[in-house]
């Protein structure tokens, strides 16, 4: 919510695909029919479940995003391309080590995250103030 508030206050409109009707879509399909839609993306990781590797483990569990937040991230690299998805990495929640790579902005606090998120999406090209 924190975050639709801010690109709110940007006086820019979020399409937060969640609050959008699912009319009996799947949720690839929920995709495509917003896709004209939605020039920018933002991807929340938050540690919403916990898993571990067969080889660490479950003494080493870690904190992970759900499946879908991956899966989503990675449809969004491949439909906007890099320069127009962000993520964002909530408290201590794993890195996906398919997208080791991408450089996560941590949501902190302080909101130092908002001035970060602004200026990746002015130098991907949105205007606002």
Not at 79 to 102: C, M, Q
Request: proline share 2%.
């Amino acid at each position: 919510m924190e975050i639709e508030n801010f690109i709110k206050d940007l006086d820019l409109t979020p399409v937060i695909l969640h609050k959008e009707a699912n009319n009996g879509n799947t949720i690839i399909e929920k995709f495509e029919k917003n896709a004209n839609e939605i020039v920018y993306a933002i991807i929340l990781y938050t540690p919403c479940d916990r898993g571990y590797s067969i080889e660490e483990g479950d003494n080493n569990t870690k904190y992970r995003a759900r499946q879908n937040v991956v899966f989503e991230h990675g449809y969004f690299i491949g439909n906007l391309g890099r320069k127009y998805v962000t993520a964002i990495k909530k408290d201590n929640v794993e890195v996906p080590s398919d997208l080791s790579g991408i450089l996560y902005i941590v949501f902190d606090k302080d909101g130092a995250w908002k001035m970060k998120l602004a200026q990746e999406m002015k130098n991907a090209g949105l205007v606002f103030d």
